[in-house]
């Protein structure tokens, strides 16, 4: 017979007595003291903070190339609505038309301006370069110390830098990987943006969802104004630059408008840059013609800095320049080129995140008063 059937019935009381207390009975993991079971529960939040941390360490590159697509993202969108100003279509055509308008544009410049282009930055770093150690000799002759040795050895390095930078405006790309996950996320970013900001919001609690929903509005309005502005001041530079430098007929007119142009979207450091090389090759064609390249470089960041920049920062988030600078050089050490350009977009999401944290904070003790 089965074991079932010689079981008598006093067993089988005890067995389904013990089978029902068994959901609720203590078990080896389970903690009784009640100040013990609180400070577990505590101490498994932070590792598991110290855990996410970790985590987004580790991912840190694909999470800026994430970032970077919600960056490409609010600078379509922003277009996409400016049309909506003056077109009253539907908003997947505008955004349509916004892409179909930038990469028209870039055609037309690999067309009718990539040939050019592609041969001013061949010649551009031994212009650089003698120039450079131009500015060395005349330095020693006037009582400085300076080991010509050294100096060609930090401009071959240097110049390996900007034949980097010449060589994409030539048509070389380095990281087209990354440039084409950051342009597909941002069409999918841009298409259908409450799609993914509801997605969102549904993971978290519900008494948090209406401020994630505002907070999120504050920080795409101030992504597009910053992205809206970078784009102004940089046709601004890059257009302006061009123009001066060719009535004047300074050589490479149309790479160091280019180049202008291409390092304003970096503050603080591309305009630096861009100066020095407009300065040097300026004054390869003569002294004249060098004081003229400062001069251009004078009024063109003047009318950036005093005009289009304070303009548009008042409708973003004005951040402090050593602040920006800062992130900058974090953020271009840990993650190069990429970190460099998407350090100030960065910080201004963090600012609007700290700003809308610190509203609540006020009105919760503002009630709490009350």
């Known amino acids: 017979?089965?074991?079932?059937?010689?079981?008598?019935?006093?067993?089988?009381?005890?067995?389904?007595?013990?089978?029902?207390?068994?959901?609720?009975?203590?078990?080896?993991?389970?903690?009784?003291d009640p100040l013990l079971r609180h400070e577990a529960k505590r101490a498994f939040v932070w590792i598991g903070m110290v855990g996410l941390v970790a985590l987004a360490v580790l991912l840190a590159q694909p999470l800026l190339v994430i970032f970077g697509g919600m960056v490409f993202a609010a600078m379509v969108d922003g277009g996409a609505r400016l049309l909506g100003?003056?077109?009253?279509?539907?908003?997947?055509?505008?955004?349509?038309?916004?892409?179909?308008?930038?990469?028209?544009?870039?055609?037309?410049?690999?067309?009718?301006?990539?040939?050019?282009?592609a041969a001013q930055a061949s010649e551009l770093p031994a212009i650089v370069q003698a120039q450079t150690l131009k500015v060395a000799a005349w330095l020693e002759t006037h009582?400085?110390?300076?080991?010509?040795?050294?100096?060609?050895?930090?401009?071959?390095?240097?110049?390996?830098?900007?034949?980097?930078?010449?060589?994409?405006?030539?048509?070389v790309i380095g990281g087209l990987t990354t440039a084409f996950l950051i342009v597909v996320l941002g069409i999918y970013f841009a298409a259908e943006p409450q799609l993914y900001r509801r997605g969102f919001a549904w993971m978290l609690p519900r008494e948090e969802r209406d401020s994630f929903d505002v907070t999120a509005a504050q920080m795409g309005r101030t992504l597009r104004m910053l992205m809206f502005g970078r784009l102004v001041?940089?046709?601004?530079?890059?257009?302006?630059?061009?123009?001066?430098?060719?009535?004047?007929?300074?050589?490479?007119?149309?790479?160091?408008?280019?180049?202008?142009?291409?390092?304003?979207?970096?503050?603080?450091?591309?305009?630096?840059?861009?100066?020095?090389?407009m300065v040097l090759v300026?004054?390869?064609?003569?002294?004249?013609?060098?004081?003229?390249?400062?001069?251009?470089?004078?009024v063109v960041q003047?009318?950036?800095?005093?005009?289009?920049?304070?303009?548009?920062a008042k409708k973003t988030a004005d951040?402090?320049?050593?602040?920006?600078?800062?992130?900058?050089?974090?953020?271009?050490?840990?993650?190069?080129?990429?970190?460099?350009?998407?350090?100030?977009?960065?910080?201004?999401?963090?600012?609007?995140?700290?700003?809308?944290?610190?509203e609540r904070n006020d009105r919760s003790e503002a009630a709490n008063k009350v």
Do not use: H
């Open 319 to 358: 951040l402090a320049p050593a602040l920006v600078l800062g992130a900058q050089l974090i953020m271009g050490a840990l993650f190069g080129i990429i970190g460099l350009m998407l350090a100030d977009p960065l910080v201004a999401m963090l600012k609007v995140a700290l700003e809308r944290q610190s």
């Open 233 to 277: 001041g940089m046709a601004v530079e890059g257009v302006g630059t061009w123009l001066m430098l060719a009535i004047y007929g300074v050589p490479m007119a149309g790479l160091l408008g280019l180049l202008t142009g291409l390092l304003a979207f970096l503050p603080n450091i591309g305009a630096p840059i861009s100066g020095l090389l």
């Open 1 to 32: 017979m089965s074991e079932a059937a010689n079981e008598t019935p006093a067993k089988s009381r005890r067995n389904r007595k013990l089978m029902a207390a068994a959901p609720t009975a203590v078990g080896p993991t389970d903690i009784s």
């Open 143 to 171: 009582g400085f110390r300076i080991n010509t040795g050294n100096v060609q050895g930090l401009i071959e390095q240097a110049i390996g830098g900007v034949r980097q930078v010449t060589s994409a405006v030539g048509g």
């Open 85 to 117: 100003r003056v077109l009253p279509v539907n908003r997947a055509i505008r955004v349509t038309l916004v892409l179909l308008f930038a990469v028209a544009f870039l055609t037309w410049t690999a067309m009718f301006a990539g040939s050019q282009i």
């Open 282 to 298: 300026g004054f390869s064609g003569g002294w004249e013609m060098g004081v003229y390249c400062i001069f251009v470089y004078v």
């Open 302 to 312: 003047t009318v950036d800095g005093n005009i289009i920049v304070p303009m548009i």
